[in-house]
């Protein structure tokens, strides 16, 4: 057995957490469009499945726990055949809406990572989908969050849809064993905790007396994030989930001050604060949002991820649309900067923790976050970018456009979810009627708002 097949603290605690009822799987999907050509059948798409399976075999594997959390789970091949990964959904011919209320439901499920880490659902047919010019195929991939997240989405794309033949590598995803003995794994474990032990010891003292020193400097993010004023986002979200997709089509070229992430976010603080007006009567100064952000310094070694996040204030007090964009960007950047250095020392640290420590620490930051007085965000916003560099393709048939949905969490209530492929974008959002029971509404601030952002920031386009 390699220590290499073991599946990493951050990638394990997406599993763990899930044992616990708390569901935090990503959703993503493609739309194809044929035209005024035949869909591809259910054999056609199988057999596209198939023929590119050694090109993403690395994705192939599931979450096997050591007893006892004595030693870290690992990665063990998963040989489940293609056929067995697709579902080809029998309600051929949904409408647009339909399918985003199947979507709502695939998004609440959580998959098992211990019987397979990733499945296709296929739905064909799909009447009036964004933008086709005729029924749509559209692909669901449903993958554990151990296994998926904003880093691989590329490769993904990549290993799916692209025009390679070259077996895809995913960052961050360790090699696989073909099976595990329990015992031995046991055993081993057992024999590594004492070293493991003092090590991650060493490792507490270490980030507890470099806080303190931190904080002693009066260096910029070394405090906690702060509470801010509660609103309707910042409930239980329950259960059920809302999908909204909504496609906003080529941004062109922006000013050098507002980068993409910036109009999204712009656009969501504009769009928040006619929502919370109209429902609450107010907005609260405090508007804030959390981003998720790539640690491209964090080594592969510290699994699939690597990601950390930052707080971004909206700036709902500034009127005039440009200035309040400009405020998001300078936020954007300022936060950033200290939060990824932050970023890859909690990724490093939580890489030592020993495997027996691991769901008693997730535990205890369950607890933590149930006693918060006072909510740290009110939205959340995660923004890839797949670059156009080939044609993706179905069985030959074109790819209109691909999203997901990041999953919701007590805090994220109200996650939106931007892709581009190029300057192609598409916004999802997903939330739960609990949270935003009106979330059409929501839909419609949403689309005008960035009408409105876009004039503003790019004027005489």
């Avoid at 647009?96 to 990572?113: F, K, N």
């Avoid at 397979?116 to 559209?138: E, K, Y």
């Amino acid at each position: 057995m390699s220590l290499t097949s073991q599946v990493q603290p951050i990638d394990a605690a997406y599993v763990l957490d899930a044992d616990r009822g708390h569901h935090l799987d990503p959703l993503n999907f493609w739309v194809f469009d044929s035209g005024v050509g035949t869909p591809p059948t259910a054999a056609e798409i199988t057999e596209h499945f198939r023929r590119r399976a050694p090109i993403y075999a690395e994705l192939n594997r599931r979450f096997v726990a050591v007893p006892g959390h004595l030693d870290h789970a690992y990665w063990v091949a998963d040989d489940l055949p293609v056929e067995q990964r697709i579902l080809h959904d029998e309600r051929v011919g949904l409408d647009w809406p339909a399918l985003l209320d199947v979507l709502e439901d695939l998004a609440a499920d959580s998959l098992d990572a211990r019987e397979t880490a990733w499945r296709l659902d296929i739905f064909h047919g799909v009447r009036d989908a964004p933008g086709a010019t005729g029924p749509a195929t559209v692909v669901v991939f449903r993958g554990n969050h151990s296994l998926i997240s904003g880093p691989i989405v590329h490769p993904l794309w990549e290993a799916f849809y692209g025009q390679g033949t070259e077996p895809v590598h995913f960052p961050g995803l360790g090699p696989v064993e073909p099976r595990l003995n329990p015992v031995l794994a046991a055993a081993r474990g057992l024999a590594r905790a004492p070293r493991a032990t003092i090590r991650y010891v060493r490792t507490i003292r270490a980030a507890v007396r470099d806080a303190k020193q931190a904080q002693t400097a009066g260096a910029a993010g070394s405090a906690p994030a702060p509470e801010i004023t509660s609103t309707r986002l910042n409930r239980d979200p329950g259960d059920r989930r809302t999908v909204l997709v909504l496609r906003l089509g080529r941004v062109g070229s922006l000013p050098r001050n507002v980068t993409v992430t910036a109009l999204a976010l712009t656009t969501i603080s504009l769009a928040l604060q006619r929502y919370l007006t109209e429902t609450e009567g107010r907005c609260p100064q405090d508007l804030t949002a959390f981003v998720t952000l790539a640690v491209g310094a964090a080594p592969e070694s510290l699994g699939i991820n690597r990601i950390g996040w930052t707080n971004v204030l909206l700036h709902p007090g500034v009127d005039a649309i440009p200035e309040r964009a400009a405020a998001v960007q300078a936020s954007l950047i300022e936060s950033r900067e200290t939060a990824t250095a932050a970023s890859l020392r909690r990724l490093t640290d939580a890489a030592s923790i020993p495997s027996f420590v691991l769901p008693r620490e997730l535990a205890a930051s369950r607890r933590r976050l149930d006693a918060r007085p006072a909510p740290r965000m009110h939205t959340a916003l995660t923004s890839i970018r797949v670059k156009n560099t080939t044609p993706w393709a179905l069985a030959a048939r074109p790819l209109l456009f691909g999203a997901g949905c990041p999953p919701l969490t007590s805090e994220a209530t109200l996650i939106h979810g931007l892709f581009g492929l190029g300057d192609d974008l598409t916004l999802t959002v997903i939330t739960s009627p609990d949270v935003m029971p009106d979330a059409q509404r929501y839909a419609t601030l949403l689309e005008e708002a960035f009408a409105d952002v876009l004039e503003e920031v790019r004027p005489g386009v």
